[in-house]
């Protein structure tokens, strides 16, 4: 057995699009079931997203405390962010999230982990990535609004956030994954046996 997954697509026989919002739509699809049976499936549609481990020479991890109104919490999280052009770098856009929610700039840049966030309800496909080398960013720091507006930010021991994982007090994925896989990596091989910050991601083509 070849322990990785693999792209399939079964037959979609009808598609609609009952809702169509600003960076995200709702689809409907009637898939054709191995037994010949046909399944309503509904799904988000999503651009992808980008998320980053900053970690300074410290080992704290750089993070941000936002609020997400569908849980109803305050979330603590790393920096993160919508691909917002088709086929946009997963890098720059990483670097460009980094630079906007935390005014920060990385010399050393890894893929941490790909993942899908809700692949049984949504198609956001997310790439996570780990900086080093950090330091402040030049010129005028990025306007915000909205939740982003009282957003909070702090440096944390990653084993601090390791602990937080596991005892159930920290709950946002890209954090809860990054965390797990730069243990998981330095538990293993060491940090430098995470892929390029360039590596292929098939989830989301991009040209380099």
């Given at each position: 057995?070849?322990?990785?997954?693999?792209?399939?697509?079964?037959?979609?026989?009808?598609?609609?699009?009952?809702?169509?919002?600003?960076?995200?739509?709702v689809r409907t699809d009637d898939v054709v079931m191995p037994d010949g049976t046909v399944a309503r499936?509904?799904?988000?549609?999503?651009?992808?997203?980008?998320?980053?481990?900053?970690?300074?020479?410290?080992?704290?991890?750089?993070?941000?405390k936002q609020y997400r109104h569908p849980v109803r919490q305050k979330l603590w999280e790393i920096p993160?962010?919508?691909?917002?052009?088709?086929?946009?770098?997963?890098?720059?856009?990483?670097?460009?999230?980094?630079?906007?929610?935390?005014?920060?700039?990385?010399?050393?840049?890894?893929?941490?982990?790909?993942?899908?966030?809700?692949?049984?309800?949504?198609?956001?496909?997310?790439?996570?990535?780990?900086?080093?080398?950090?330091?402040?960013?030049?010129?005028?720091?990025?306007?915000?609004?909205?939740?982003?507006?009282?957003?909070?930010?702090?440096?944390?021991?990653?084993?601090?956030?390791?602990?937080?994982?596991?005892?159930?007090?920290?709950?946002?994925?890209?954090?809860?994954?990054?965390?797990?896989?730069?243990?998981?990596?330095?538990?293993?091989?060491g940090e430098g046996e995470l892929r390029a910050a360039d590596a292929e991601w098939p989830a989301r083509?991009?040209?380099?």
């Open positions: 057995m070849e322990l990785q997954d693999t792209p399939e697509e079964w037959r979609v026989v009808a598609t609609t699009t009952p809702f169509q919002g600003k960076k995200t739509s499936r509904d799904y988000q549609v999503h651009p992808g997203s980008v998320a980053v481990l900053a970690l300074d020479d410290q080992d704290r991890v750089l993070l941000l993160a962010g919508l691909l917002d052009v088709p086929g946009e770098n997963p890098l720059h856009a990483a670097q460009r999230e980094l630079y906007e929610e935390a005014h920060v700039k990385a010399e050393e840049w890894r893929v941490l982990a790909d993942v899908y966030t809700t692949p049984g309800g949504c198609d956001e496909a997310v790439r996570i990535f780990l900086a080093r080398g950090l330091s402040e960013a030049e010129g005028r720091r990025y306007e915000v609004s909205d939740e982003e507006a009282d957003m909070e930010l702090a440096r944390v021991p990653l084993g601090e956030l390791v602990r937080g994982v596991l005892a159930g007090e920290l709950h946002n994925n890209c954090l809860v994954v990054g965390v797990l896989s730069l243990a998981a990596a330095r538990a293993g091989g083509p991009f040209e380099a």
